[in-house]
């Protein structure tokens, strides 16, 4: 549902887009703790988008993933409470 929702919309698939740069960015000059972080933090993130039932929420979801893989690789990662 919500892999259609991204690639019918041009805003949600550039975010995506985004994302997954930095995703691979991130991983590739992660450390073995921060590898492990950020695939657990994706798991949670896809999870969080998929019960998303709007486009504006999708978005948001987005933007914070992507704040979320720059705190992990800045080391300013702090858990949800």
């Not at 705190?71 to 702090?78: C, F, L, S, T, Y």
């Amino acid at each position: 549902q919500s892999e259609l929702a991204v690639c019918e919309n041009p805003g949600l698939s550039g975010l995506d887009r985004q994302m997954a740069a930095q995703f691979d960015s991130a991983m590739s000059r992660a450390n073995a703790q921060q590898r492990a972080l950020l695939q657990r933090t994706r798991t949670r993130f896809l999870a969080y988008r998929e019960g998303c039932r709007s486009e504006s929420c999708m978005a948001d979801a987005y933007r914070g993933r992507i704040r979320e893989i720059g705190d992990i690789m800045a080391g300013r990662w702090q858990p949800p409470r």
